[in-house]
Nanobody, 117 residues
Framework: QVRLVESGGGLVQAGGSLRLACAAS????????MHWYRQAPGKGREFVAV???????SYADSVNGRFTISRDSANRTIYLKMDSLEPEKTATYYC???????????WGQGTQVSVAS
């Protein structure tokens, strides 16, 4: 059974930083593309960043340069370091795992990030 468990969310002041973590189990971690998405109140889910199984990373334009995604394969965990947070980054952040060939796609339960102005 695949499980993705996010942690690290919370309340932070504008300009502050948070580091989210997502612990994966039940899958061959190194074979999956690991994404972060977010959903702000009243809006749809949007892509934030991805750690490709091949080792590279990509970011949404809105976070490029301020967010960093990283992968710890030994511990089957991905991280999202968020710097210079702005109130508009308030959202529930979700971790997902997608197999690039089988296209199986799994989601975590999300962790809430609130940025106070």
């Amino acid at each position: 059974q695949v499980r993705l468990v996010e942690s690290g969310g919370g309340l932070v002041q504008a300009g502050g930083s948070l580091r989210l973590a997502c612990a994966a189990s039940g899958l061959t971690f190194t074979m999956y593309d690991m994404h972060w998405y977010r959903q702000a109140p009243g809006k749809g889910r949007e892509f934030v960043a991805v750690s490709w199984s091949g080792g590279s990373t990509s970011y949404a334009d809105s976070v490029n340069g301020r967010f960093t995604i990283s992968r710890d394969s030994a511990n089957r965990t991905i991280y999202l370091k968020m710097d210079s947070l702005e109130p508009e980054k308030t959202a529930t952040y979700y971790c997902t795992a997608q197999h690039p060939i089988a296209m199986s796609h799994y989601w975590g339960q999300g962790t809430q990030v609130s940025v106070a102005s």
